[in-house]
């Protein structure tokens, strides 16, 4: 019993030992990452999540006395390899900050450690890597011109009986504005110009490279590029609108090449409406998938100016687009049946 009852008590003596031990190391562990005592060192981001090329800013306070030195800032990727060095300088205030552009090439969580007088402290953020699309749009066009008449043929003519005339006498002051009975509608609408951004259509086999609304893609890339699953999403007010695509046709683009993709109407005079209008393109590249998008557009001015991307922003100016011949006013309907064959080969979803 004796024997039993010594086992006992030196096992929980070594048990009571182990937690000691165990206890003081993790507190020395812990000292040796803080600050000395009596020092206090911060280190915090302005966000926890960033981009590719966003601004990312660390900032933070020494409470002790600053005797000049820098704080020295480390930025671990998410392999905790270190990517930056820095030596930031300490005001007169205790306080430090420093700016860098988010440009790392690797997606996850980034580990910041701030150091002075051999203490640190660390903080982190997520970083997402943004891969820039080969192919954008650089030019929409959502609403070309009227289609004026040399003749007396215009739509202040009154209506067809049944139908209703929904064109004006001062549509265009001093103008004759072309119009059309669509198929299916009741109201004779003004017919608008087609036109083009390039001459050169997107998808050749399949569409023309100009209508009343359209966009340019251009390819960024110094190379070819063969794009597959080319697919067109129309937004209205940030809400699914329409849908074209994905296309079976693989769409080669050579070096800074630019094409036209054309939305050609079918039984009514505009495709898309005029205001808070997106467009997107998805396509796969390289087995990347990509997709291009701009931002929300309105056209109400009827005229040749064109929504430009420069790269950076887009900006409404006017745009020296190509008017394509019309036909006489007796055509509508002929446009439509050949319309109505291109958007057969065309898979498309609208609200």
């Given at each position: 019993?004796?024997?039993?009852?010594?086992?006992?008590?030196?096992?929980?003596?070594?048990?009571?030992?182990?937690?000691?031990?165990?206890?003081?190391?993790?507190?020395?562990?812990?000292?040796?990452?803080?600050?000395?005592?009596?020092?206090?060192?911060?280190?915090?981001?302005?966000?926890?999540?960033?981009?590719?090329?966003?601004?990312?800013?660390?900032?933070?306070?020494?409470?002790?006395?600053?005797?000049?030195?820098?704080?020295?800032?480390?930025?671990?990727?998410?392999?905790?390899?270190?990517?930056?060095?820095?030596?930031?300088?300490?005001?007169?205030?205790?306080?430090?900050?420093?700016?860098?552009?988010?440009?790392?090439?690797?997606?996850?969580?980034?580990?910041?450690?701030?150091?002075?007088?051999?203490?640190?402290?660390?903080?982190?953020?997520?970083?997402?890597?943004?891969?820039?699309?080969?192919?954008?749009?650089?030019?929409?066009?959502?609403?070309?011109?009227f289609l004026l008449m040399p003749d007396n043929r215009t739509c202040t003519l009154p209506a067809k009986p049944g139908f209703i005339n929904n064109c004006l006498t001062d549509l265009i002051p001093g103008k004759k504005v072309q119009c059309g009975y669509f198929i299916g509608?009741?109201?004779?609408?003004?017919?608008?110009?087609?036109?083009?951004?390039?001459?050169?259509?997107?998808?050749?086999?399949?569409d023309t490279s100009s209508a009343p609304q359209w966009f340019d893609v251009y390819n960024t890339q110094n190379t070819t590029v063969n794009l597959q699953n080319f697919t067109v999403m129309e937004k209205w007010n940030q809400q699914f609108y329409g849908q074209i695509g994905?296309?079976?046709?693989?769409?080669?683009?050579?070096?800074?090449?630019?094409?036209?993709?054309?939305?050609?109407?079918?039984?009514?005079?505009?495709?898309?409406?005029?205001?808070?209008?997106?467009?997107?393109?998805?396509?796969?590249?390289?087995?990347?998938?990509?997709?291009?998008?701009?931002?929300?557009?309105?056209?109400?001015?009827?005229?040749?100016?064109?929504?430009?991307?420069?790269?950076?922003?887009?900006?409404?100016?006017?745009?020296?687009?190509?008017?394509?011949?019309?036909?006489?006013?007796?055509?509508?309907?002929?446009?439509?049946?050949?319309?109505?064959?291109?958007?057969?080969?065309?898979?498309?979803?609208?609200?």
């Amino acid at each position: 019993m004796k024997t039993l009852l010594s086992i006992i008590t030196i096992s929980g003596i070594v048990f009571a030992v182990t937690i000691f031990v165990s206890t003081s190391l993790a507190f020395a562990q812990e000292a040796i990452t803080g600050p000395p005592p009596g020092e206090t060192l911060t280190a915090i981001t302005d966000s926890s999540y960033y981009e590719t090329n966003d601004t990312i800013t660390i900032l933070g306070v020494l409470e002790s006395a600053n005797d000049g030195k820098p704080v020295a800032i480390q930025i671990f990727n998410p392999t905790n390899v270190i990517v930056k060095n820095y030596q930031v300088p300490v005001d007169n205030n205790g306080k430090y900050n420093l700016k860098i552009n988010g440009d790392f090439g690797v997606t996850g969580q980034y580990k910041v450690v701030a150091c002075i007088h051999n203490g640190c402290s660390s903080t982190y953020f997520k970083f997402n890597v943004k891969q820039t699309p080969p192919v954008i749009i650089t030019k929409v066009e959502l609403d070309s011109p009227f289609l004026l008449m040399p003749d007396n043929r215009t739509c202040t003519l009154p209506a067809k009986p049944g139908f209703i005339n929904n064109c004006l006498t001062d549509l265009i002051p001093g103008k004759k504005v072309q119009c059309g009975y669509f198929i299916g509608s009741k109201t004779c609408e003004p017919i608008h110009q087609s036109t083009t951004g390039t001459n050169q259509s997107c998808f050749s086999n399949y569409d023309t490279s100009s209508a009343p609304q359209w966009f340019d893609v251009y390819n960024t890339q110094n190379t070819t590029v063969n794009l597959q699953n080319f697919t067109v999403m129309e937004k209205w007010n940030q809400q699914f609108y329409g849908q074209i695509g994905p296309y079976t046709t693989i769409l080669e683009m050579k070096p800074h090449e630019k094409c036209t993709y054309a939305f050609s109407p079918v039984n009514e005079p505009l495709t898309m409406p005029l205001n808070n209008m997106a467009i997107d393109i998805s396509y796969n590249y390289n087995n990347k998938d990509y997709n291009a998008s701009t931002p929300s557009l309105s056209d109400n001015y009827n005229d040749m100016s064109t929504w430009q991307y420069d790269g950076n922003k887009w900006t409404f100016a006017e745009e020296k687009t190509t008017m394509v011949p019309e036909f006489s006013l007796a055509i509508p309907i002929l446009l439509i049946s050949i319309s109505s064959m291109i958007i057969f080969y065309r898979m498309k979803f609208r609200k």
